[in-house]
């Protein structure tokens, strides 16, 4: 079990647990998956920003490219390296929540030809 720290409303997670979200079945019994880099943590801001539940910024990067009322937690670039399966981090990760869909028993219906 991962241990969590409670900070206001908003609970700090050990570095472990993102670690552990690269493995597929750590990701569908948690219900999340990780984001990284710039661009794509924006692109999920703009198309689906309720389900981010958490980003990270290592402590090189700007915090005010994101809104006030985002969860956003400052780690250290080691931190951030540990965490990022990119070999060159960009420094931003988002915990996005699995979509409820991506899990279903069936297929979709096709839809049009």
């Known amino acids: 079990m ?3 720290f409670h900070r ?7 570095l ?4 552990n979200l690269e493995v597929n079945s750590f990701r569908a ?12 943590v924006q692109q999920i801001l ?4 309720d ?7 290592s402590d090189q990067c700007d915090a005010g490219m994101f809104s006030d009322d985002l ?6 670039a080691s931190q951030m390296d540990s965490i990022s399966t990119r070999k060159n981090s960009q420094g931003v990760i988002a915990v996005v929540k ?6 279903a028993d069936t297929l979709p219906q096709q839809i049009g030809n």
């Open 71 to 76: 969860n956003v937690r400052r780690i250290s």
């Open 29 to 40: 019994e948690e219900g999340f998956f990780i984001v990284e880099g710039t661009r794509a």
């Open 16 to 19: 472990k647990w993102y670690k």
């Open 51 to 57: 389900s981010v539940d958490e980003i990270l910024i």
């Open 98 to 103: 699995i979509p409820p869909q991506s899990t």
């Open 46 to 49: 703009c198309t689906a920003p």
């Open 2 to 4: 991962v241990t969590c």
């Open 8 to 14: 206001g409303d908003s609970i700090l997670r050990a």
